[in-house]
């Protein structure tokens, strides 16, 4: 059977745009299908921009900082709609380079919102194409529905696109969005208040990161409510009314929702788990054959790296010379609020959980730089070694730059590397970063059937 292009990919995003680029380089004919605009979720809407506004929110701690180092600075006033259309101005040139791209692969991009029709099938529109395979890169969106009342609070779409920041704001959520913009908005004037279901921010990451995340956002004067999530929340003229459990009310000129990211998923036919994810086998194939999906709309491990890694694996798999895959057990994550959090491998509770004994290597202390200006921000570093083999297994760190660092000691985890290599490697100093070579003696060696006899 002839078909019209040898791949279609569905959503161009940074997972789809790398599939199809990669499929094209290996002499496939491809098509990417977009019903929206050219970059997805991480160019448009979430870490390019998200991260502009980091660099902003950090102003605010270098003018404060700037005067013990000699400078004399005038008043300083973020201008939200300034930084806006500075924003608006970069993604639109990201776009253009990502469409040119594109365009310089050979891969035809098709304007419109696409629907599967069987294994080979596509309908844009009016169109129908048929292809060898399809790609699905949809992504996800914002959860509008998780409390009676949220969907007419603002998404992290509608932050990034504001043109005045509000006196005081409620943040619903606990996790990256929230913890983020939270310490953001917290630096550039705005009150900030987060509701959030659990006892600290950022479930799923280490104990050590969650505790020290939340005395961070507290130091920056948000106010923390966990275990205090609204039961609804209610529209007026003067903003919103967040109504509590106890039936308290709270009121807010504006509301960031932040309860998470659902798939877009809805109306492809394929198989999907109960929060809409597409179900995909180690090939990232879905049930329906030769439909293969990836990134956030596979909901595994929602990071456009991986979206990227997956869709060119994708690709060489099916036009290249040998399948691969992608492993997933050391990804390394950043969470950009301020102070940054750097984290790769488990965490304490999941490493013993999955049977290691451990060797806790922790440190804490001042930065040099907030040290000499008489702030009081912490750095924190923790270091897990499996006890019976001395591999490195995991390493988490939150304060400045630990994004940077942790991304180049993720190499060193994949490649093995054992406390001993850490031990022998000569420090660069000064930097926050030789800490993880210099800490010697554990803190604590918690033993796996210890944390096992504890959760009985």
Known sequence: MTHDFDLITLGAGSGGVAASRRAAMLGAKVAIVEGNRVGGTCVLRGCVPKKLLMYAAQFADAFEQAPAYGWAVADARFEMARWAAAKAAETTRLEHIYQQMLAGSGVELIEG???LEGPHGVRVGERHLTARHVLV???????????????????????LDLQALPASAAIIGGGYIATEFASMLARLGVRVTMFYRDTLPLRGFDAMLRTAAAAALVAAGVELHPC????????????????MDDERVREFPWVLNATGRRPNSQGLGLDVDAGGAVRVDARLQTSLPGVYAVGDVTNRHNLTPVAIAEGRAVSETLFGPEARTVDLRRVASA??????????GPGEAEALAAGHDLRVFETDFRPMKSAFAGRADRTRIKLLVDAASDEVLALHMIGADAPEIVQSLAVALNAGATKADFDRTIAVHPTAAEEFVLLREPTRQPLAAEALRTTR
């Open 137 to 159: 890169a949809t992504g996800s969106a914002p959860v509008r529905d998780s409390i009676a009342g949220i969907e007419a609070c603002a998404t992290s779409d509608d932050l």
């Open 335 to 344: 969470v950009f609020m301020l102070p940054p959090i750097g984290s790769v």
């Open 113 to 115: 919102w696409a629907t």
């Open 228 to 243: 205090g999530t609204p039961r609804r929340v209610q529209h007026t003229d003067q903003g919103f009314v967040l109504v």
